[in-house]
């Protein structure tokens, strides 16, 4: 039986491919329903694996709704439309893009990354990522340093997380860079605003941390599977026991680790989008300026205050300091922050 299916120019670039279930092919797999059958419509049928991706990424439409898991279930009647983006240059270009430089020579590049900004091109951010603003203001010799997609990034800050990174200009120094990374010989501290106050004031969260199997795009405490992570952390100030400012040094690297650390503590960061996901009862302790500044805050409230190494070259030690930024101080000074530096030896 012949598939209803179409294919048309999407106008904001790529293609867009429809397609209309019939009975005989309800109860399958979305993902796998729609790559049988892109090639009916299209020069040739798309892999499993790409329509997979593409589901993730928010491409495949029902209506209204946007599909997001490939395991869901098609039903007689539903028509899908699977935007197909339009090719990318395998390699980055250089953009002009907004970021503080602190620290910059022949090797390496520390900067100030704002929230908002995106650190490499990925599905769904293909420019305007902070490795097209380093290309065009290091030139094309940045180029294919650890790797296409990202080069000169040694390590990585979440999109709305702010604060200091550093990049490697050669290859030597991303090598060096990497491997300090890895054996944790790199000085890292965050400023962060969370629900409730930690008890005790001072201590270490602990606990594997891998994907999370229930919602791909979150990570989360696990028994298996996952890699060990450490955070220490100190509160520097209580607000009336319904929030805290905290400091934190990571012993270890994972991925949204202070955000997962805290959330699993039962304090979630302020704002945090993907593990915040309902108002807290702390919220009530607060005072009605401090609570509509919090509940409003439209960011996880984080930001890398402090990073020190080791300068691959000179074997100078480098140490740099942030301020926190101004929504964060905003936040701070609505809950009655007094004090928003961290100790030297946080």
């Known amino acids: 039986m012949t598939h209803p299916t179409s294919i048309v120019t999407s106008p904001s670039g790529g293609t867009d491919l429809t397609f209309t279930v019939l009975p005989d092919h309800a109860g399958e797999r979305v993902d796998r329903y729609v790559s049988a059958q ?30 997001t898991e490939p395991a869901e279930t098609v039903r007689a009647g539903m028509e899908l439309v699977l935007h197909i983006p339009a090719a990318t240059p395998a390699v980055p270009q250089g953009e002009d893009v907004a970021f503080d430089i602190f620290y910059e020579d022949d090797d390496l590049i520390v900067l100030n990354k704002p929230a908002g900004l995106v650190v490499h091109p990925a599905p769904g951010n293909e420019t305007g990522t902070l490795v097209n603003g380093l290309i065009a203001h290091c030139g094309d010799s940045l180029k294919g340093i650890g790797g296409e997609r990202r080069p000169g990034i040694v390590h990585r800050l979440d999109k709305d997380t702010s604060g200091l990174m550093v990049a490697a ?55 298996h599977g996952g890699k060990w992570a450490l955070t220490h952390y100190r509160t520097l100030q209580a607000f009336d026991m319904g929030a805290a400012l905290v400091t934190c040094k990571l012993a270890t690297g994972r991925t949204h680790q202070i955000r997962v650390h805290f959330s699993a503590n039962g304090h979630p960061l302020i704002g945090d989008p993907v593990y915040l996901r309902r108002i807290p009862g702390a919220a009530k302790l607060l005072t009605a300026e401090g609570k509509a500044a919090a509940l409003d805050f439209p960011r996880q409230a984080l930001h890398a205050t402090r990073l020190g190494f080791t300068h691959p070259r000179t074997g100078e030690v480098l140490l740099f300091e942030a301020p926190m930024p101004e929504d964060m101080q905003a936040l701070g000074r609505a809950l009655g922050m007094t004090s928003p530096k961290p100790e030297r030896n946080a």
């Open 38 to 67: 892109s090639g009916l419509v299209s020069a040739g049928a798309l892999s499993r694996s790409r329509v997979k991706g593409l589901i993730e990424t928010g491409h495949l439409r029902c209506g209204d709704k946007i599909v």
């Open 169 to 223: 200009k050669t290859e030597k120094a991303h090598l060096a860079l990497s491997e300090d990374f890895a054996a944790r010989k790199i000085d890292r501290a965050y400023l962060a605003f969370c629900w409730g106050c930690p008890n005790p004031a001072e201590g270490d969260y602990e606990g594997d941390i891998g994907r999370d199997k229930r919602d791909r795009k979150r990570m989360a405490i696990t028994t």
